[in-house]
């Protein structure tokens, strides 16, 4: 029974690796741990129960140890996203009550408003808060 408990392990390793989750990997351990106690125990079921609890005991137990290395805090913005937290300069005067602004970063012109609905003027250097839609809330440095 022992061979079948290692081919049952070797499907589940092959198996994490088209896998994201980290998670198949403790059932193929809990199978290799089945396998040893099949060198002892001959009863299946026995064998079946030891893979469940193992594989259980080993999926709760290291779980958020491996989140806390998996994990990636510090996401990288794409996109218009990527320009919060730069600076730029106001090429057009943002006025809340018109509707109007521009600020210019790396090159690209950017409709913007301001981040406190007050009026920047022209040649300010701002920093981009956030953005809504397509336009760049800013606020003055």
């Known amino acids: 029974m022992w061979k079948l408990w290692l081919i049952i392990s070797g499907?589940?390793?092959?198996?994490?690796?088209?896998?994201?989750?980290?998670?198949?990997?403790?059932?193929?351990?809990?199978?290799?741990?089945a396998m040893c106690a099949s060198f002892f125990i001959e009863n299946v079921v026995v064998q079946?129960?030891?893979?469940?609890?193992?594989?259980?005991?080993?999926?709760?137990?290291?779980?958020?140890?491996?989140?806390?290395?998996?994990?990636?805090?510090?996401?990288?913005?794409?996109n218009a996203y990527s320009i919060e937290g730069k600076t730029a300069k106001v090429i057009k005067t943002i006025d809340p009550i018109e509707g109007t602004g521009q600020i210019k970063l790396g090159g690209e012109v950017w409709?913007?408003?301001?981040?406190?609905?007050?009026?920047?003027s022209q040649d300010t250097d701002v920093i981009v808060e956030k953005i809504d839609g397509v336009k760049a809330i800013v606020k003055p440095i």
């Not at 129960?49 to 913005?77: P, W």
Request: hydrophobic share 55%; proline share 0%; no cysteine.
């Open 111 to 120: 409709s913007a408003k301001s981040f406190d609905n007050t009026s920047i």
């Open 11 to 33: 499907i589940f390793f092959i198996m994490e690796i088209f896998t994201t989750g980290f998670l198949v990997f403790w059932f193929g351990i809990g199978a290799l741990v």
């Open 48 to 78: 079946t129960t030891v893979f469940v609890i193992a594989s259980t005991i080993l999926l709760f137990a290291t779980r958020s140890f491996v989140n806390r290395f998996a994990k990636t805090e510090n996401k990288t913005k794409t």
